[in-house]
């Protein structure tokens, strides 16, 4: 869960708002342009490590309960874009051990109703419990303390900390992952308001490189003035390596304030095997479960 796509901000449609939209989004759309190309450029002379695969955690809401291969650093960066608001995003992950992996999210680049800085960041781990092995899942959980560098004109301006329940299960060549999150939201004048999201989400390979992916996803209300809100998001993933992988789909509104449509696509690339050469036997990642 690189980020929540549910927002319980609220955005509201509004026509003067079209020309700061307009130029916000063709920020958005330059800043993915520029990783992609990068990314390409990067891949072209590492074959020799391509026995390095990627663990997408997007453009789902919920993520894999699978941590990236150990000594791997792996970068995630994607867009948002919706009426009135437009976000580039984040997620580094780097693979302590078999089991633990360390966490940094960050929104450079964050757009609300013409008003446009930097984002909030996040930082903290997953750690992973049992493997998906026969009738059994695998099963992890993820803490991440939310540090307020937005302030409180993009963000609530207050540290938040996150404790995510992760079950994900292979049957054939469906993969599905089920999240479950405590979110403790800070107050301005002390104290915590809490929410809990609840995310399922499922993939299946289509067509050589091509997967789809569905999830539902729902957030309960923090405090009376906020209500909850429910979205399904539906996307296609293309693995040019099994080291790259490109996703686009759409965010689709059931209820509650959060924008009726928006636009997603991003990139997962993992970097560099920095334990390459002391490698023990880990097991490789199922296929099925690159979403």
Not at 14 to 42: G, H, M, Q, T
Request: proline letters at 5%; glycine letters at 10%; a negative charge.
């Amino acid at each position: 869960m690189q980020h929540q796509r549910i927002n319980l901000n609220g955005f509201a449609d509004s026509d003067s708002e079209c020309s700061s939209f307009s130029v916000n989004l063709k920020a958005v759309k330059l800043s993915l342009v520029a990783w992609i190309v990068f990314l390409a450029l990067a891949c072209r002379g590492i074959s020799a490590q391509d026995e390095i695969t990627a663990v997408p955690n997007r453009p789902t809401v919920s993520t894999t309960a699978q941590p990236v291969q150990r000594g791997v650093l792996e970068t995630e960066w994607g867009v948002d874009a919706a009426s009135l608001h437009q976000d580039v995003n984040g997620l580094f992950k780097f693979g302590l051990t078999t089991n633990f992996e360390l966490r940094l999210a960050n929104n450079p680049l964050t757009a609300d109703s013409g008003t446009h800085g930097f984002g909030d960041t996040a930082a903290g781990f997953k750690y992973r419990v049992t493997r998906d092995s026969g009738h059994e899942p695998s099963i992890a959980f993820i803490y991440m303390f939310k540090a307020p560098t937005a302030g409180d004109i993009l963000g609530s301006g207050e540290v938040d900390h996150t404790i995510t329940f992760l079950v994900s299960k292979d049957i054939g060549k469906h993969h599905f992952d089920f999240n479950s999150a405590l979110n403790l939201l800070g107050k301005p004048h002390d104290g915590f308001d809490h929410d809990v999201l609840n995310a399922l989400a499922w993939s299946h390979p289509v067509h050589g490189k091509w997967s789809a992916n569905a999830e539902l996803s729902g957030i309960t209300s923090p405090n009376g003035g906020t209500p909850g809100a429910a979205q399904f998001i539906a996307s296609g993933i293309y693995t040019v390596r099994p080291r790259l992988v490109f996703d686009v789909g759409m965010m689709g509104r059931l209820f509650g304030q959060i924008p009726h449509a928006m636009f997603i696509a991003g990139v997962t690339y993992s970097i560099a095997d920095f334990y390459s050469g002391h490698r023990h036997n880990d097991s490789p990642v199922p296929a099925s479960a690159v979403h």
